[in-house]
Each structure stands twice: as C-alpha cells, then as structure tokens.
C-alpha cells in the first residue's frame, strides 16, 4: 500500500506553491516578459492587535529554499497535464525545466524588531522567478516571525527566568515543531525539548517525564527511584499524577541530589510557594522548579510580579501556535517592475489593502541606547538612521555569512533592549512611530493622480 | 556556507520527538521493561468552546511514520554526546539502532466526527515504541483533525457553494500548507490552491490571479487581455486592484467566454450583487463570482442567508490556522500496560487533567438518520452501536487498506449529514451526549480507592 509522504522533498520545491504562481508565470512567458525583473517585498500592513512589534525569523530557511528551488521532470509532467496548461506553450515548461533563482535578496538579520510596513525581506529577479517564490517565502518566514514575536513577549515577561519551548506536539505539523524551536530560540526562549533541532541546530534541549512514565509504575515513589538511577544529575520529578505536594515528599525521600521537580496542574502560584519550603526545610536548595501546563505570557507575568519561586517555565501550545495572533499576515507585494533597465514603481489602490511603490530602505533612528523612530524610504535614500536590510542573495549567490543561530539570538537579545519602555509592556496603546519618506509619499501621489 | 535544512527528513523520524520520550525510554529499558507493552490514546478532554464535534483526520500520515520511524546511527551518535545520556548503558543505543515498530494501531477512519474524550488513535506496543511515537502523532493528527474540523464548519456555512483552500501561504510552515490542503478537503472544501497537494495527493487545484499580476502591467485591462489570451476557458480575473466594479467593467471588454472574477476587498456582498447585474447585463450568465479576502464561517454563513450571488469562497489564513480554536488539544495518554501476560489499566487524576483507564472502544448509536448517543466503553465490551475504531496494523504491518482521499472525504460528508440538527449550527450551547460505561467508571472507582 503506498502511503503518501510525510515530508515535501526537495524535488518538489518548485511546485510547494499556489497554482496561481504558475498560470501568471505561464503568461508573462508567453507575452515576452520573462526577461523583465521585478522587485517584491514581504512585510505586514497591521500588526495583530496584540502586538506592538515583531522579531524577524526565518530567513536561513528562506536563503535554502531560494537557493534550491526548482522543477523535477516529474512535477513538471503532472503540471502538462492540468487542462488550465492544456493549451500553454510547451516553450514556458522547458524554461520550468531549466528553473533556478537568479536574482538577488535583502532582508533584514534574523532578530531585528519591526514594525508594521517594514519590508523584512525583498527579492529582485527575473519576475517568474521572484512570482514563484510567493507562497513558500510566505510560509516560512511568517510562521517564525509569529514564534519569534511571541517568545520575545514569552521572554519580557520571565524577566530572568528560563523559558523552554514544550510545544513541539501542539505545533501545526512536525516540521513547524522544528521550526518553531528554532525560531523560539531567537526570540528568547533558552531551549526546547524537540530532540530533532536540538540535533540540526544545536539548539540546547531539555527534559522532565511525563505522567505515563509515573503511571506506568503504578508507585510513584518507584517510578521517581528508576528516573533518578538512570539520571542521578538531570532528574526533574513530575509531581502532579496524583496530588502535587504529596508528589514533592516522595521525591524528596530520593537520595542524592534532586535537580528538581516539575509542576503541571493546578494553582501553580500557590503549589510552587509550598514546594519550595518543602525543598528547602528538606535541604534541596539546588532542587529547581518547572513550572507548565497551559503557560502564556500573561500567566508566566503574573508569577513573576508575585515574585513566585519558580525556576523555568515550560511553554507550549501558546508559544508554537501564538494563540493570540496565529499569523503575522505577512505580505509579498509588488513594488516595482524594471524593464529594458527603466525602474517603474508599482502600487495598489484596493480598500484598506493598498501598497507603496518602490523597494525601500529601513532607517532606524536612536535617541541614546533606545530606538526613537524609523523612516522607511526608498533604498536609495540618504537618509538620517541605520539602514537596517541587507544584500544576502546576488545574482543567485549568497555573497553574505549568514550569523550563528547564537549570534542572532543575542542580536535579538540587544534590539529588545533598545526598544522603548512602552513598548516592553505586553499591553499598550502606544505605538513605535514609523514613517514614510518624503520622496516615496511624492512618487506615490504620482501613481495615483496617473490612475485616478 | 551550510544552511539548515527545510524538512526533517526519513532519517531522523525517530528523534523528531521530545527529549523526554528518549530518556523515559533509557529507564524503561534499564530497568528490564522493554518488553512490558502499554496502551497509549489519542483523544480530547474538552472540545475548543467554539467546536461541538471534530472530523478526524491525518491518519495516513501517522502510519507512515508509525511504519518508517527508526534512529540513523548520526543521530543516535547525537543522542551520545548528550550530557544526560552520559551514564546510560551502550545497550540502549543498540536498541534504538535496531528500533522498528512492532505493535497495533486501532484508530477510526479518517472523516469520522467525534467528540470529548472519544480516542482517535490508540497505539498498543512494548512501552518504548509507544512511549516514542507521542510528539509526531500528536503533532499529526492534531493538525489535520483541527483544519478538517475547521472545514466541516465552513461546508454547512457555505450550504451548496464552492470552498476552496486558499491559505498555504498563511499556514505554520510549508508542510502544514500541503496537509492543510489535504485535511480541510476531507473535512468538505472542494479543492485547493497548494500544487504540491495536487501533485501529491489528486487534490483538485484552483487559482485565479494575483494584485501583482495587474500591477506587474500597470494596466489593468491589458493584464486581463493577457491572462484570457493565454486561459480563454480558465481566467478568473481579480478586479479590486483598483477599482472593483471598474475593474468588473474591463473584465466585460475582453471577447469570447469569461469564466468568473474574483472580489478580495471591500464589501463583499455589495460588490458581489452590483458584479452579478453586470455580468448578467452583458450576457456573461456563465461568469463565476469568487469571493476572498479574511473569509471564515461566519462571514460565509452571513452571504449564504443573504443569498449573496458568490459561487465559490476561496478561504486562506482562517482556515489552516482554525482561528478560533488553533488546536485540538489532544493528548495521548497511557492506559494500562501488559506485563506478563496481565493487563492492567492506569489512570491519573491530576486536578482537571484525570484519565480513564484501559484501551477503549466507541459505540455510536443512531436513531434513524441520525447519531444519538455515544457510549465509550471497554474494547471488549458488548455494547450497543457501531464500534468506530478499527484496527489499521498489527505486529507492525499495515493490515487494512486506507480508503482513498475522496472515500474519506465522502464518509465525512455522510458523518455530518447525519449530525443531530443542533450540532449543524455554528454555535450551539446544546452538546452531544457521550457517556462512559459502567464497567469502566467501575474499574476507575476501584483505582481510585486504591490510591486514595
């Protein structure tokens, strides 16, 4: 019996995209324009209610795919057989055949906070090529910029504790467990329980038991016993199959160190108040306390304003799925078309959904250690601020290293220090000012008096 | 440079899974227990507030997994080096090199609706293969359960119009976008935009076109002449770049047959009766009118009692991260375990978190048409109804043939026609009634008294 796989291949990249990407391309191969470039930038037009800023992820994925995107001979005989191709030049599948990215990519490092209409990532290529790329680019980087943004709030509101990504099983689809390790990391989590990332990336991974482990020995005494034999140093005892505190006096007749305990349900607050006296009258000072089960960012806040004595945080669910805002609804929009080496801005007027022409440049603006204001302008712009994207794909080639999963992380860890107070809180009405330059809100006005 | 791949790949199936999974595992092996079998369920506790059933999805993919999850020596190499595995006896690894899975899995076909605390799944095998298959079968069926669960919902809004998945892009990661696809046309879309479900999987694929497809020709009418030029019986024509009925205006200038147009923005309804007048004045009767832009249940409903004239929704972001309820919430819980030739069920009664014991079968029963009443009882119980669950493999081999996407995507459509009236409705405060058995609230009271 053949099953179907569980895993997009790298065979199938080229087609890991919406039909809609095809049939345009089919076009602007049959009406001359495959030579035309065009620039498309990703970004988002609102931010979700509950978020005053973003953490950019995702890029590395995205660098790979451009780099590896193309189209087999098998795909490419299922798409001659669709009846919208039955009267499409066969010319527009060889060119499928012969299919590699050629352009070139900015982005802004993986870390960087932004705002809403803030490009995170532009391609400029040959226009099916920079069309194509649409719904995976999509996919990719909203998904960990979503993760990314969440664990930031997730890591603002432990203050110093440590935040663990436990999400892997409620992510949408093992690759986005992956994925949303990955990105979790950047954005401040201190590690993740998913064994895969931690073998891909060196993401640091961590582990407690889970309650089958104690049901399964039918004694809880017994199972704690057999787990803390096997890994005298790394035993986080979960306490809560039957009833927490008593869970705690079983652990705490283990002899040896207790690396700690792990709480799961019920009033966390109050159960980890009571089980660090019991930790300590019992002289386990170093016997640490993770604290999961249903964890946000509001919950993990609240135990830090009770200064409650809990040592990590396990988050899942909330975390890999951001509950509060499930995408970014990040965006890939046209912005200009250069054609026999003449630069044509492009836009788009429809309600509440329009776009600014023009590849643009971030201009970050500081006032001391903070950030004060972002112009966003056209690239080539001399404008006041650091310009915040750079050239990582040329011409095909990735010409720039990209940083450590480490490095971004810490480069993370400084633009949350530099955003505003306010904007450290994780509700407020304020918002970051960003603006547009002068020069693309004339180019603009143009467009639109020539459209109107 | 090395760049991080995009998907795991068949290789390192088996530690794509929570660090905890493996380190229960070495205890279990250490202490002489690999040989003990375990009964593992996948169900819900509570149903999202906004859900009255689920439609089961994803099993084909968790028997592939189930049937291909083993550790490349790189990865157990991995698992080495691993500062908790330090102490761990080699013997354990020797295991995991020749891991394959040798158990049972009953599961109910995909399609079937079920309800609270109904298993999905249930996964019968000596305790380190069941205990290890957890994070990737949550993470699965999870998924898919959700997104067709999402699409049932929007097929009794959408009473006899098109549903098309639109939201690859939106999806948490390029393989949810394939899987999103894949389950929401079992839960009762009509097709999808994702090439590769239909490469893969015989999905039937839509599109229609791009803003940046307009822009990319700065005018509009001309974009239209190319697109009709190249798909005279395919184009649907977007026609909010600008102006939505202007736009529908230069859509009636194109000669020959107009298949449809599609409305992204603004008021749809308004929109759609005023390009219904038009398209109708202008003898274009066979044009189809396709509607999108941030779409769900209840803004389709709202069309179907207004009787808008849109033929088909193309719904994105909504639905392949089910908004309003982006997980299930299921969990996989042991059971009993088989040591010696003894059964013995388990269960845990963490606060809010409790579990039923021994492995479980549902017995739906009807009345009439429709579902009345089920009861959850013990496997071998002889109880009234149809058993839902199935055995899918037995000692490790597939013993029943999967039925075919559309088989499973008809069973879902017979599933929901025969809800009770009050669960066709999006929102209900009535629930379906579901009961456990005598003889297992029984053998739960007795457990409970001895660890009382």
Known sequence: MKLNPLFPTIETLGINTDLYELTMSAVYFQSGHAGDWATFELFTRKLPPTRSFLVAAGLEQALHYITHVGFSSDTISYLRKLPVFSRTDPAFFDYLHRFRFSGDVHAVPEGTVLFENE????????????????????????????????????????????????????AHTPQAGVQAARASFIGGCNGTSNVLAGYEMGIPVYGTMAHSFVQFFGDELESFRRFHDAFPDHSILLVDTYDSLQGVRKALQIGGKL???????????????????LLDQNHRKEARIVASGNLDEERVLSFSI?????????????????????????????????????????????????????????????????????????????????????????????????????????????QLESLPGFLKLLHTTEVYPVE????????QRELEEQYA
């Open 119 to 170: 490009p995170i990532l532009q391609v400029s290529a040959p226009i099916i090529e920079a069309q194509v790329l649409e719904t995976f680019l999509i996919s990719t980087i909203n998904f960990q910029t979503m993760v990314a943004s969440k664990a930031a709030r997730l890591r603002l509101a432990a203050h110093d504790k440590q935040v663990i990504d436990f999400g892997s099983r409620r």
């Open 436 to 443: 547009y330059s002068q020069k693309l809100l004339a180019i």
């Open 306 to 414: 009770a200064d409650a004595p809990i040592d990590a945080y396990g988050v899942g669910t909330d975390l890999v799925v951001s509950r509060d805002a499930p995408t970014c609804d990040l965006v890939y929009k046209l912005v200009e078309v250069i054609s026999g080496g003449n630069i044509q801005p492009r836009f788009k007027a429809s309600e509440g959904k329009g776009t600014v022409p023009c590849r643009k440049q971030i201009f970050r603006q500081r006032e001391g250690d903070f950030f004060k204001r972002d112009v966003v302008g056209r690239w080539d712009e001399d404008a006041n601020g650091e310009p915040l994207l750079k050239k990582w794909v040329q011409r095909g080639r990735i010409i720039r290293e990209l940083p450590s999963l480490v490095a971004s992380k810490e480069y993370a860890r400084q």
């Open 259 to 277: 690396a700690g305990v792990r709480l799961d349900s019920g009033d966390l607050l109050e159960l980890a108040v009571k089980t660090r006296e």
